[in-house]
């Protein structure tokens, strides 16, 4: 019988409920499909802490040893310690994660040697078909089978992120981090060893059923504790990783969440220094209007493009540029193979910090400089249509353009709006910005009332 993969394969990963959606059989049939499509003659595979990730990893490793591919286990990882292995061994790799969902998920983020990314254009799309035929035909004949030994790259990766700041210089510091339960809690301890920083943690104790929170940092009721502790502490910042940890979101002093894009302008910025005041940097397009401004205003170059990290990469590679950043805390850089990396942007802001002697929200103030309403979701019956009707609504509002770059963006001197429609629910995002809060409440309630109306 056929594997039904219409509702695990996704754009960029693989994602679902086990064993209900996929089990170990499947994840045999991933790894061996894996090598087949990228012709890897080795490969290097991580997992994180959730209950199913080793015997899925285990299962997906023997999978590719079967068509031949020797294996390196790295064991627990963060995502962007498999990206490292990836890039450092110069192997396609496989990370066991479901990131932020619930525990009873699971998934694959497949790249290719120096952690190139594997979407749907990119391979996936040919794995998915073989692991149908394979799942319905049976598997192919084994190959005479491959190596599988196990490496510990921790030491290794956090020697190359810290090879990237400088934080020799820096005056001591206080930080809450707040792990979640995920591979957090595994990576930053070896990351921060060593540094000024006094390290107040918080739910790191490996546990994929996330007996505390969520480990989602961007929904607001799961940094509430992180904000409280900061406060408590008198720590001059906060941390909070996702449940792979290769997402970051900041809080300050005084235990308000900073912008992602406050925190892409304030990268960006430090980048463009590190590279003589040049560089391209790339940003998609419901990021703050700050960070295109503070890009020039620092020399640099800044290319827009649509959400999503596939999008980002391929931008970056196209034009060899230093650095890029999404809204959605996802930051990348060149010197990580294009990949992204949570950590690497958290120590940046360390360094920023602690090179002067203001507080964080004062540094930040300067990259955060106009009021947004964060991203709003509408369930309507027809997007399409309901795009539509906005579209017409602004086609002829004095001084406003539109584009459809990712879904329908319209900006005004003073304004901007995004609306984008969901991958895979009947939604529709929108993201608003302006000048103040006033004109951004006037723009926003607007929009809504024509796509709710």
């Not at 294996?71 to 990131?99: E, H, K, N, R, W």
């Not at 910025?269 to 700050?290: C, Q, V």
């Not at 991958?423 to 004109?439: G, I, S």
Request: glycine residues 10%; contains cysteine.
């Amino acid at each position: 019988m056929t594997a039904d993969l219409s509702q695990l394969v996704k754009a960029y990963d693989v994602r679902g409920v086990v064993p209900d959606q996929w089990d170990e059989e499947l994840a045999g049939l991933f790894g061996a499909a894996f090598v087949e499509v990228t012709g890897a003659a080795a490969i290097v595979i991580g997992h994180d802490m959730r209950p199913t990730s080793p015997a899925l990893s285990g299962a997906f490793a023997r999978g590719a040893a079967g068509r031949g591919a020797d294996v390196t286990m790295i064991g627990l990882c963060s995502t962007d310690q498999l990206y490292y292995a990836s890039g450092a061994l110069d192997l396609p790799g496989a990370m066991f994660t479901a990131s932020h969902n619930p525990a009873q998920y699971n998934g694959i983020k497949m790249c290719r040697a120096g952690a190139a990314p594997v979407g749907q254009d990119t391979g996936l799309a040919e794995i998915r078909t073989l692991v149908e035929e394979w799942s319905r035909k049976g598997a192919p004949e084994p190959l005479t089978p491959g190596t599988v030994t196990g490496r510990d790259t921790l030491t290794d990766y956090a020697a190359h992120l810290l090879s990237l700041v400088d934080l020799t210089e820096i005056r001591p510091l206080k930080a809450v981090v707040d792990a979640g339960n995920g591979m957090g809690g595994h990576t930053v301890p070896t990351v921060f060893a060593g540094l000024p920083v006094d390290l107040v943690p918080m739910y790191f104790e490996l546990d994929g059923t996330f007996p505390n929170h969520e480990a989602n940092p961007l929904d607001p009721k799961n940094i509430t504790d992180l904000q409280a502790r900061v406060v408590a502490e008198g720590a001059d910042l906060g941390l909070a990783f996702d449940g792979d940890a290769d997402r970051c979101f900041v809080v300050d002093e005084r235990g308000e969440g900073v912008s992602p894009s406050a925190i892409t302008a304030l990268v960006a910025a430090r980048e463009l220094a590190r590279n003589g005041g040049r560089g391209t940097i790339i940003h998609n397009l419901i990021t703050s209007h700050s960070v295109p401004e503070v890009v020039r205003e620092h020399g640099g170059t800044p290319v827009r493009t649509r959400v999503g990290h596939s999008f980002i990469k391929a931008e970056m590679a196209a034009h060899g540029a230093i650095f890029g950043g999404e809204h959605s805390a996802h930051y990348y850089f060149r010197d990580f193979w294009n990949a992204d990396t949570g950590m690497l942007a958290a120590l940046h802001v360390l360094a920023a910090l602690g090179g002067q002697n203001a507080p964080l929200s004062s540094l930040v103030a300067q990259y955060d400089r106009y009021a947004a309403s964060g991203e709003i979701n509408s369930t309507v019956d027809d997007r399409t249509a309901r795009t539509a009707k906005v579209r017409t609504a602004f086609a002829t509002r004095e001084n406003a353009t539109a584009d459809t770059l990712d879904g329908l963006t319209v900006t005004a001197p003073t304004w901007w709006f995004n609306l984008r429609p969901s991958n895979t629910e009947p939604l529709l995002r929108l993201n608003v910005e302006a000048k103040d809060e006033e004109t951004m409440r006037s723009v926003r309630d607007e929009v809504l009332g024509l796509i709710r109306g």
